[in-house]
């Protein structure tokens, strides 16, 4: 059986080495930071499970693989929250919600009281909205911290230094740039808040004109806020434009939040290649596995699948880069 060694510990390398474990593989993980964290783009995202939401944008093939991904987390561990996510925008923005429900499928449309029986303290906040209730979201820091575990119950352990065995499964994301010359960084934002006054129970996106904009409940009255596709190319701070967007995004769904303690505000680039999809890129010893841009815990099951897939038994990959010219 084929030995390999996954560069990198932020949820493409854990989901990779996961399906290879449970393959019967005995990967290494290397990772100078010996474990997740903040140098991964992945210790600061969404952690939205939200196919049907995502492909008001993205590729049909995001929405195909990505109905997978809850039952997959849930699998391996993760706590998953299976609640749906809520797509809502300002009175103002109503043509944005129609366009939303034109470009999606599986939602239902609700009034101002369907809202509220759902959420009580969005009553009569917003007349309208859409409802994709098979959707789901988890916290990436614990879905992360799960796999690292269930792997160290393997023998399997992230180390910080090594010389990589057998094929090497490069997983660095935007660390491997200057390997892979067609490799962009999409700037993702976000804002930690605690505000135990505020009480909501799943994934509210809230449309807006220049970026989406999403409210995750992390429990404990603690919420996540996150702004996406910024195209900057590398990994800067946050922006006050961004900051004020964001926080005038959870104030405009709940005046609550402007009593909010703010816990964290960060940003980081998340790797993408020139039609937002992953690829597999083979070259010599080494198979590159990258570019989840805005869809690391939606298609990291998938990719993950499709590189042990090809490990065990040499079935080429959909996402392979020969095919994406």
């Known amino acids: 059986m084929t030995q390999a060694t996954i560069l990198g510990a932020g949820v493409m390398g854990l989901s990779i080495a996961t399906e290879l474990v449970a393959r019967g593989f005995r990967p290494r993980i ?51 929250t299976r609640r749906g996510t809520l797509v809502l925008a300002p009175a103002r923005d109503r043509a944005d919600l129609d366009r939303f429900a034109r470009m999606t499928q599986t939602h239902r ?45 393997q023998d399997i352990v992230i180390e910080p230094e090594g010389t990589p065995t057998g094929l090497t499964i490069d997983a660095r994301g935007y660390g491997a740039r200057d390997e892979l010359k067609d490799l962009r960084g999409v700037r993702g934002e976000m804002l930690v808040l605690r505000c135990p006054e505020v009480n909501l129970t799943r994934t509210v996106r809230m449309l807006h004109p220049r970026i989406p904009l999403y409210i995750v409940p992390r429990g404990e009255g603690i919420y996540m806020i996150g702004a996406t596709m910024l195209e900057t190319g590398g990994k800067y701070r946050v ?25 964290e505000l960060g940003s980081d680039a998340r790797p993408a290649f020139p039609d937002n999809l992953p690829r597999l890129r083979r070259r010599g010893n080494t198979l590159y596995a990258n570019g989840l841009y805005r869809h690391g815990y939606l298609l990291a099951p998938a990719v993950a699948r499709m590189t042990a897939d090809y490990l065990q038994t040499g079935q080429k990959p959909e996402f392979m880069d020969e095919d994406h010219p």
């Not at 995004?249 to 609550?256: C, T």
Request: aromatic share 8%; net charge negative.
């Open 30 to 80: 290397i990772d100078p930071a010996g474990k997740p964290g903040a140098h991964a783009c992945s210790w600061r995202a969404g952690g939205m499970l939200a196919p049907w939401c995502e492909a008001e944008s993205a590729e049909p093939v995001v929405l195909r693989l990505g109905q997978d991904a809850a039952d997959w987390w849930q699998g391996n561990g993760a706590e998953v």
């Open 109 to 153: 449309s609700l009034d101002g009281d369907e809202i509220a029986a759902l959420e009580p303290e969005l009553q009569g906040r917003f007349p309208r909205g859409l409802f994709f209730e098979t959707e789901a979201h988890l916290n990436p820091r614990a879905a992360l911290q799960t796999l690292r575990d269930r792997l160290a119950e």
């Open 239 to 263: 922006t006050v434009r961004s900051a004020v967007e964001m926080l005038n995004a959870a104030y405009a769904l709940h005046p609550g939040f402007a009593e909010a303690e703010i816990l």
